[in-house]
């Protein structure tokens, strides 16, 4: 088969796991198949050494989401494409060929900042796409039953195929490899851990509140008086009301936000953080738990969504 990938979202945080790692693995495994890979050529080139049956194609990211089928079109003529593989929830217009979608999440939908003719335009653009797939895979069967309920897609149509995880959160790193990372970002207390981005369904500004609780309740603990709060992802400049959380409950001195970090850094601070906590009110699958979980880590999680699974 001739198999083309959208994947222009690769450097992203959620999505950009899934789609480093599928192409890693089907670089790894399948040399039958033959593969177009659309998206940014030096952004590919840095995830993984590819093999002949793998071609790739420079595709920009576009905000016309009817130009898409156009522009698929242009680019993709001659490789005579058996199927299109978009890895994330798009709109997409005039697709020439049979294509596949992973659904990670509907979160836009259920927590949207929009509403009025915009918020309804976008929904029945996502339906339609949706309903003329091939195939849905979503990554849980809560986003399955969020795909059934929200948009009506049948249950026939979707097959649940879970993550997994990335192998570099299998191995443990050295003591060393942690002393060093730690110094490097000058962590000397316990703390508690959570990654991923700040979107209002992640909840950080509840954790926030309630780490201040607990800091009052363990204000004179032998261990865990300086305990720190450690939040990987996001930039805090990018979200301005995390601040004012931090600010409103004083806890400026033990609140640090640190941004992005490579996998092998993020590894450490799994492996050292006291607790993993990840308060988010809604899932499609939560990597970050299974991550800590997979470093030894004890994981704080909420109950809902796909979080259970």
Do not use: C
């Amino acid at each position: 088969m001739n198999i083309a990938i959208d994947v222009r979202r690769i450097e992203d945080f959620g999505v950009g796991t899934y789609i480093r790692n599928l192409v890693r693995t089907l670089a790894a495994r399948d040399l039958k198949n033959r593969y177009v890979l659309l998206g940014d050529p030096e952004k590919i080139a840095q995830v993984a050494a590819l093999p002949k049956n793998f071609h790739v194609l420079s595709w920009p990211e576009s905000r016309e989401s009817w130009l898409q089928g156009v522009q698929l079109d242009r680019l993709l003529q001659g490789y005579s494409i058996h199927l299109l593989h978009f890895p994330n929830l798009r709109p997409a217009l005039l697709v020439p060929y049979p294509y596949l979608m992973t659904v990670h999440d509907v979160a836009d939908f259920i927590y949207a900042r929009q509403s009025g003719w915009r918020h309804t335009v976008r929904w029945r653009l996502v339906r339609r796409t949706l309903s003329r797939a091939r195939r849905i895979m979503a990554v849980s069967r809560a986003t399955q039953r969020d795909l059934e309920n929200l948009f009506g897609i049948p249950a026939g149509k979707i097959v649940v195929v879970e993550n997994a995880i990335d192998e570099r959160f299998i191995h443990l790193a050295r003591r060393e490899e942690q002393q060093l990372v730690l110094e490097r970002y000058q962590v000397v207390d316990p703390f508690l851990l959570y990654v991923g981005s700040a979107r209002p369904q992640k909840n950080l500004p509840r954790l926030i509140e309630a780490f201040a609780v607990l800091k009052g309740e363990l204000r004179d603990h032998r261990k865990f008086a300086n305990l720190k709060l450690l939040i990987i992802g996001d930039e805090l400049s990018e979200h301005p009301e995390l601040r004012r959380s931090v600010i409103r409950t004083r806890m400026e001195e033990h609140v640090r936000f640190l941004g992005y970090v490579p996998v092998a850094i993020l590894r450490v601070f799994y492996q050292t953080a006291e607790v993993f906590v990840f308060p988010s009110l809604h899932e499609g699958f939560g990597l970050p738990p299974l991550e800590a979980m997979a470093q030894g880590t004890p994981v704080v999680t909420s109950s809902v969504s796909s979080l259970p699974e």
